[in-house]
């Protein structure tokens, strides 16, 4: 038809523009393939100011990097409505319910998945609404909505890794690493799917294997956002720290890897600093910080009290309770932070703070911690013990099982602390 092209998904766009169309498609690929040049929308409506996905898709990726410009793209989309494709008017439905300030998040996940069943090839929305359901902490909806669409996407690019990883956090992990396996086998430069693949070894302490398969991985991820570059780094330093390899390992990784990405002249400092901090964190709590204070404090200062702010003010309950706890945990307040984390704590209750379960076994480890600071040994004991039943092979829970059994007069102690010791020697020799 004159006037109207096909996206890569074969459905309607109304435009004359090849322009227009390639920059649509790209930012599909950008978006998919989580790539730094996502920007590449804006060069849509620049192309064809009449076009309604190329603009309300601009107004999408602006949302985050420049909430100032989303009007003038909506308005834009809105105006040229009455001769959008019945596919581009319901993008716009989708993704302007989705940036709203006034957004219920159960109703958003809903329209999007009303949008699939007419839409299911559509990948990117797809994408949207799991990194929302991400954010709910409801990797169930997120299961649900990639189900919805598979048998329309049996052989599509990135489908899989978007299979794999609401799987892991429903501790699916034998579906979770068939599904990520499959989606490598389909792109074996897919980062959503090397990284679910990291997950699975990871979770069942296959640290030294997690490390050489990202490693080989890594020579395809100078193109990524610089969230997926460093969080994937991330996950190889902390493989190298869970496996007790030498710290210098996870230094190296740390500066070479994560903060060089500052050096970057397209870099997004914020995600970068999400992924350093978290790591930090890990090794403040395995007590190897003092290596790491020149780059703590350089790390601090970037970290202003205007950003802190800004956290806290959109922070939830369970994020600024947390948040107090490690304030107090770092000063040395064991009781107080015990007491904000409370008796019955379990990091899992913490999903919508926006992490997966690999970034929040850090919260478990510290409150652990803080219950054998604070005498509370059988239920430090009890904890380490489920925790073990998940990951049996993690040498730092046996380490501090080993404290707790000590401290209980057990006699198991000696036990627990060879098994930690042959498993911290297995995994980097």
């Known amino acids: 038809m004159e006037g109207v092209k096909l996206d890569q998904w074969g459905y309607e766009v109304k435009t004359s523009s090849d322009a227009c169309i390639a920059a649509i498609n790209s930012y599909y690929h950008q978006v998919l393939s989580y790539g730094r040049r996502r920007d590449v929308i804006l060069e849509a409506p620049k192309a064809d100011p009449d076009c309604v996905l190329g603009n309300v898709l601009a107004a999408s990726f602006l949302c985050?990097?420049?909430p100032s410009r989303v009007p003038t793209f909506l308005d834009a989309a809105n105006s040229c409505l009455d001769n959008a494709s019945g596919y581009e008017k319901a993008v716009f439905d989708a993704v302007s319910y989705?940036?709203?300030p006034d957004r219920d998040d159960d109703v958003a996940v809903d329209l999007h998945?009303?949008?699939l069943k007419?839409?299911?090839r559509d990948l990117v929305s797809l994408t949207r609404a799991q990194v929302?359901?991400?954010?709910m902490g409801r990797p169930d909806l997120s299961l649900q909505l990639v189900q919805q669409v598979l048998s329309k996407n049996e052989k599509a690019n990135f489908i899989y890794g978007m299979l794999a990883f609401p799987l892991l956090e429903l501790g699916r992990m034998v579906d979770a690493e068939k599904a990520a396996k499959e989606g490598f086998e389909i792109n074996k430069e897919d980062p959503w799917t090397q990284h679910a693949l990291c997950h699975v070894y990871q979770y069942e302490c296959h640290f030294k294997e997690a490390v050489i398969f990202m490693e080989e991985c890594s020579q395809s991820w100078s193109p990524l956002s610089s969230f997926m570059h460093t969080h994937n780094w991330w996950h190889v330093a902390l493989c190298y720290?869970?496996?007790?390899?030498?710290i210098d390992?996870?230094?190296e990784v740390y500066d070479e890897c994560i903060w060089k990405e500052l050096e970057r002249s397209d870099a997004s400092p914020v995600e970068v600093y999400l992924n350093a901090v978290s790591l930090l964190l890990r090794i403040y709590v395995r007590g190897y910080i003092k290596v790491f204070e020149d780059r703590l404090k350089v790390l601090a200062k970037c970290l202003t009290n205007k950003a802190l702010s800004d956290v806290k003010e959109e922070a939830t309950a369970d994020a600024k309770r947390d948040a107090e706890a490690l304030y107090e945990y770092g000063k040395g307040e064991n009781e107080k932070a015990l007491e904000l984390l409370g008796l019955q704590f379990d990091a899992i209750d913490c999903k919508a703070i926006g992490a997966s379960d690999e970034q929040l076994d850090v919260f478990n480890e510290i409150w652990i911690i803080l219950l054998i600071n604070g005498g509370e040994t059988t239920k430090a004991t009890e904890a380490i013990e489920k925790q073990l039943k998940k990951r049996e092979g993690a040498p730092f829970l046996w380490r501090l099982l080993e404290k707790c059994y000590h401290t209980l007069?057990?006699?198991?102690?000696?036990?627990?602390?060879?098994r930690a010791s042959a498993l911290a020697v297995a995994y980097f020799t």
Not at 241 to 246: A, I, Q, V, W
């Open 241 to 246: 720290l869970e496996g007790n390899s030498p």
């Open 409 to 418: 007069g057990r006699p198991e102690a000696a036990n627990v602390g060879e």
């Open 64 to 66: 985050s990097f420049d």
């Open 113 to 115: 998945s009303t949008f």
């Open 249 to 251: 390992k996870v230094a």
């Open 132 to 135: 929302l359901c991400f954010y």
């Open 118 to 120: 007419d839409y299911p």
């Open 98 to 100: 989705f940036i709203s």
